[in-house]
């Protein structure tokens, strides 16, 4: 079995704010969606983003992982300042190039 791609679902309380963040600031584009879900993409990137389920119980947002982005942008803050994002955004380690593989 060769694994293809991981595409993560993140769980949002406001979908429309979410998506509009991904797509304007970041570059994604987004292939597919409805009132409760999005699929999201750029370059070889892929990520999904969904309200919250009812049936699961959710009462406030919550994410257990980590998400890395590996880029050749090695100015992450010019990138991110051009776009009008303040830094430093909320983030357990500043931007930085990094030798994770």
Known sequence: MDLQALTPMLRTWDLPATRAFYTGVLGFTCDSQSPT??????NRVALMITTPNNHE???????????????????????????????PLPASYPCRTSGYH
Do not use: E, H, I
């Open 57 to 87: 119980g959710d009462r406030a947002p919550a994410f257990t992982g980590s998400l890395y982005f590996r880029t050749d942008q090695v100015d992450a803050n010019r990138y991110l300042n051009a776009r009008s994002v303040k830094m």
């Open 37 to 42: 879900w999005a699929s999201l993409k750029r």
